[in-house]
């Protein structure tokens, strides 16, 4: 969106930003109409690229190629215009030659009357035909806007003019100048924000709670001080790229208000914005804003600014004598450009009047259903299916004992696998409650939790259609029951180690990777440990017991010895279980 009050140049190629978001896919048809990157920089005055067409004459219906090159760019964006009025509509319409490296766009409702890149891609040239259409003006000029990287562009690259035969001579149009951009002032902040008038004399958000600013570097702060008609707001967090805050009327991304403060090299860029949906900010002007002021050191990045509570006539900006969700967010930053934050923002629990009565509130990065998808699966395939598998493999000769009418093993191992499935059938509903349906931005996980979610089920479907003890189908289910309970563990710990970087359940790293390799080798030496307690018992009395390798056989006579020790291994296996699920779920709850 174009910022209000700037007026936009032509002859001079100096023109002022649109901020708006960059587009590194090509879908620039917000820049149609003046063709500026919507990337808040001032674009290079000096052209090193040239656009080049293939004649210099042309009647209704020709094709020209059209030629665009010169050093690595990245993206760009082609038009026709009437050579005699530039700042009009696009004039006809494109064919492509190379469409994996440039599309079609539609400008003013005029389909392919414009080109841009597909990709970020480097580039070098660029070739299209131009199709000249029926009552075309008399003189034409092919503008290029390219894009070498994000605070490196040129805008409005100019062809020489082509004429229609007998067109009377072209005269260059009188230029209008173009103001240089203007940035407005910022103060640079000689000490770190405090803490400690929260909920005092100002309303705070914090992460982690109670953190201090002055003391923490990896604090991150928001703070909102009303004085009189006006508040003054503080950000302040750890300097890797951006930290920004939004006001929003729900707990979605979409139509908020929202305030960066970017990083550039040994600078901070304080930017008002507007989310749009789940997609990049649109950049706007810095007008409502006043006392802007920064400061870089330490490893912390902090900036302020002051701007009026109500803001008559100021589109895009919310009142702040209203109640809203608080959104507070920080990601990576390159030559000024943000990317997508790695991790889900902190939402407020609820919402808030900032100008009301000072609080100090906290949030989560993590929404409730979320958290609850995410212990209720570990404490399905971290404990109870671990220990079950355990018992039901090692343990038949210690819990041998009938309980209500079976082996206690027996009971122990379905009652936990039983667990497991209404856990999991519980968790596996969750996510699709909480985000409405199937998320594309999840990867994989989704994909292995359905996998084992199948799994799961069909394992005690299959137990139920058990062969009896001695049926000669009894050994092709003990191997397939035993193949598709491995089969989902696996895929369990997969779809865990995958869940705990995404950014909705973003646990903290890089600790949380070593935990389940922890948990995983835990599980499989204490299988090792039995294997070779059961080995050495087998070895002792002299008998190969053929009839152990078989997953849910009986065990022989020396399988039996040793109880004393294999209840030992349990109560420590057990023991390590359930701290490996404490040290995951306490993890979660500080989301």
């Not at 004459?57 to 690595?72: A, N, R, Y």
């Not at 909920?199 to 004085?227: M, Q, T």
């Not at 701007?307 to 009142?319: C, E, I, K, S």
């Not at 009971?411 to 985000?435: D, E, K, N, S, W």
């Amino acid at each position: 969106m174009a910022v209000p009050g700037l007026a936009v140049g032509t002859a001079a190629l100096l023109l002022l930003v649109a901020v708006v978001a960059p587009y590194p896919n090509g879908k620039v048809t917000e820049s149609c109409h003046n063709m500026v990157p919507r990337h808040d920089h001032t674009p290079h005055p000096d052209p090193v690229h040239s656009v080049a067409v293939s004649q210099a004459t042309f009647s209704p219906g020709d094709h020209l190629k059209v030629t665009l090159s010169g050093p690595e760019f990245k993206g760009f964006l082609l038009e026709a215009r009437d050579a005699e009025h530039l700042s009009g509509s696009p004039i006809g319409s494109f064919t492509l030659i190379d469409s994996d490296a440039s599309q079609l766009l539609t400008c003013e409702d005029r389909e392919g009357s414009a080109v841009s890149h597909t990709n970020a891609h480097k580039k070098t040239e660029i070739k299209v035909r131009w199709n000249a259409p029926q009552g075309a003006p008399n003189h034409i000029q092919f503008l290029a806007t390219v894009v070498q990287k994000y605070k490196t562009y040129w805008v409005k690259i100019p062809s020489p003019v082509i004429s229609q035969p007998n067109a009377p001579p072209f005269s260059t149009p009188e230029p209008t100048a173009a103001p240089l951009s203007t940035f407005p002032p910022v103060s640079h902040l000689t000490k770190r924000f405090s803490a400690s008038d929260c909920g005092n004399k100002k309303f705070c958000v914090r992460s982690p709670a109670a953190c201090d600013p002055e003391k923490e570097s990896d604090c991150i702060f928001l703070s909102f001080a009303r004085d009189g008609q006006s508040v003054a707001v503080e950000l302040s967090g750890p300097s890797r790229g951006y930290l920004s805050f939004a006001l929003s009327h729900d707990r979605w991304m979409g139509d908020d208000d929202a305030y960066l403060c970017v990083r550039e090299e040994q600078t901070v860029r304080v930017q008002p914005s507007r989310l749009k949906g789940r997609s990049h900010p649109v950049l706007e002007s810095w007008d409502a804003l006043e006392d802007m002021a920064w400061r870089l050191e330490d490893g912390v990045m902090q900036c302020s600014f002051r701007r009026n509570v109500t803001l008559p006539g100021v589109g895009n900006r919310f009142d702040l004598n209203a109640s809203y969700y608080i959104f507070l967010a920080s990601g990576a930053a390159e030559e000024g450009q943000i990317y997508r934050h790695s991790q889900q923002p902190l939402i407020t629990y609820e919402k808030y009047d900032v100008t009301g009565h000072p609080e100090d509130v906290g949030g989560s990065h993590c929404p409730l259903l979320l958290k609850a998808h995410g212990a209720l699966m570990l404490v399905a395939w971290v404990a109870a299916v671990s220990i079950g598998v355990i018992v039901a493999r090692f343990f038949k000769p210690v819990l041998s004992h009938p309980v209500f009418g079976d082996a206690a093993w027996f009971q122990v191992h379905r009652a936990l696998m039983l667990t497991t499935c209404v856990l999991t059938g519980i968790a596996f509903v969750l996510p699709f409650v909480y985000r409405g349906g199937w998320s594309r931005r999840a990867g994989c996980h989704p994909y292995l939790g359905c996998t084992v979610m199948t799994m799961a089920v069909l394992q005690p479907v299959l137990a139920g259609f058990r062969p009896p003890l001695h049926d000669p189908r009894r050994h092709l289910f003990n191997w397939t029951h035993w193949g598709i309970g491995t089969a989902a563990r696996i895929i369990a710990v997969a779809a865990m180690f995958l869940g705990m970087d995404l950014p909705g359940l973003s646990l903290p790293g890089p600790w949380k990777t070593y935990t389940m390799l922890g948990f995983v080798a835990w599980h499989v030496g204490a299988e090792i440990v039995l294997e070779i307690h059961a080995y050495r018992l087998s070895r002792k009395v002299e008998i190969l017991d053929d009839t152990r390798i078989q997953i849910i056989e009986p065990f022989t006579i020396a399988d039996a010895e040793g109880h004393a020790f294999k209840k030992a291994v349990l109560a420590v296996y057990t023991c390590g279980n359930l701290t490996f699920l404490l040290i995951f779920l306490a993890a979660i709850y500080r989301l």
